[in-house]
């Protein structure tokens, strides 16, 4: 029985999560669960899953919380920053599925990685803004750290039993989100509602935007870098409509392995769960007769600046890629509040690095600086192009 730790329980990774673990009892079971704010699913999961200890995250939530609990209910109900750490690192759990969203999800992943705990993630921004501690730490501490975002689940598997000294080079498909035809006019115009409509996927907010704006493939592009341990110049994008290949592999004899399926979550969120043993998912299977037409692209890295923004600090390195993701934070969280326009947003993140001072080589402290630096800027950016 494996026992699970899930960090960001009520979001879409969580829920599809709960549902993998819900239907394969023999061997899954929560003894931890984190949610931010939606305290009344956070409820309905606690009913179903009796975890040991749950989190919220204000000391507000956890009050209504406990006083919703029967008297002789012994679940403890952290929150805070402190209370977080707990959580991730709580004994009982063998793996912790990190699966909050931006970068509030590094400091909860590091204290469970820290704490020896295996970890399915999800979080990408870990791995984007402290890819180097992250991945040094996990080494020292031997802890897998299995992917669960789709197109790194799909080099995962494809690299299985591969010698990396073979790799040339890891494709990404993105699908290109909503916008991928559109014009550069009718770039300006686009609202929120039309950018959180994902042509093939179901996700939460954030990264719906990030999608369409594709800022999330250039995020994946450092992601991959630091879990497959490439170099970013050995990382290429293609755009797939069809988000049937969920990334590929080519190594140096020309061959390329490629990772398919229907676009559905639970199937790299089992993969990681149950790795190295697969489970049975009851999905529909892919049906490549009716739907196995696939097209691959160039991006358009003109109409979409975020993913060469992301590519240049990536290459670039030290807090540059820290710098990037709270930078596109500010901005998307602006775009979806209706004050900035998504043409703005890669213009917003290029000037707030610009203006940064990178520092190499950075310590955790560094990062979060930098972290902090950026969304300040971000936002006196935002606010002087208002008034
Ligand atoms: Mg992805």
């Given amino acids: 029985m494996k026992k699970i730790t899930l960090l960001g329980s009520t979001g879409s990774i969580g829920i599809s999560a709960l549902d993998i673990i819900e239907k394969n009892p023999e061997r899954f079971c929560v003894v931890a669960l984190a949610a931010g704010e939606n305290t009344e699913l956070l409820k309905k999961q606690m009913e179903k899953f009796h975890p040991q200890i749950i989190y919220v995250k204000t000391k507000e939530k956890a009050a209504i919380l406990k006083s919703s609990l029967k008297s002789n209910s012994n679940i403890e109900v952290l929150y805070g920053k402190e209370g977080i750490k707990e959580v991730a690192s709580f004994p009982e759990a063998d793996i912790v599925i990190s699966a909050i969203s931006g970068a509030a999800g590094l400091m909860p992943t590091l204290a469970a990685i820290e704490a020896g705990k295996d970890i399915a993630l999800a979080n990408k921004e870990t791995m984007v803004i402290a890819g180097e501690i992250v991945t040094r730490v996990a080494k020292k501490k031997g802890v897998k750290i299995l992917p669960v975002d789709s197109e790194h689940s799909a080099i995962f598997q494809c690299l299985e039993g591969q010698k990396m000294d073979f790799l040339k080079k890891i494709i990404l498909t993105a699908s290109g989100g909503p916008f991928r035809k559109m014009t550069k006019k009718q770039l300006q115009s686009v609202k929120p509602k039309h950018a959180l409509k994902h042509p093939n996927w179901k996700m939460g907010k954030k990264i719906t935007i990030d999608s369409s704006s594709l ?88 109409m979409f600046p975020c993913l060469k923004l992301a590519y240049d600090a990536g290459i670039a390195g030290g807090t540059n890629p820290a710098v990037l993701n709270a930078a596109n934070e500010v901005a998307v969280e602006e775009f979806i509040n209706g004050k900035i326009k998504f043409i703005n947003i890669p213009k917003i993140i290029e000037k707030v690095l610009s203006l940064h001072d990178a520092v190499n080589d950075p310590s955790l402290e560094e990062i979060i600086q930098a972290d902090r630096w950026a969304r300040e800027h971000a936002q006196k950016i935002i606010e002087r192009k208002r008034s």
């Avoid at 341990?229 to 988000?243: A, E, N, R, W």
């Fill in 215 to 302: 800022m999330n493939k250039g995020l994946e592009v450092i992601e991959a870098k630091w879990l497959f341990d490439v170099q970013i110049s050995q990382i290429d994008v293609l755009i797939h409509p069809q988000s049937i290949v969920h990334s590929m592999v080519e190594f140096i004899d020309g061959s390329i392995l490629a990772q398919m399926g229907i676009p559905d979550m639970r199937i790299p969120i089992a993969y990681a769960l149950s790795y190295p043993e697969r489970i049975k998912i009851d999905l529909p299977p892919l049906n490549l007769i009716k739907d196995g037409k696939m097209e691959f692209m160039k991006p358009d890295t003109k």
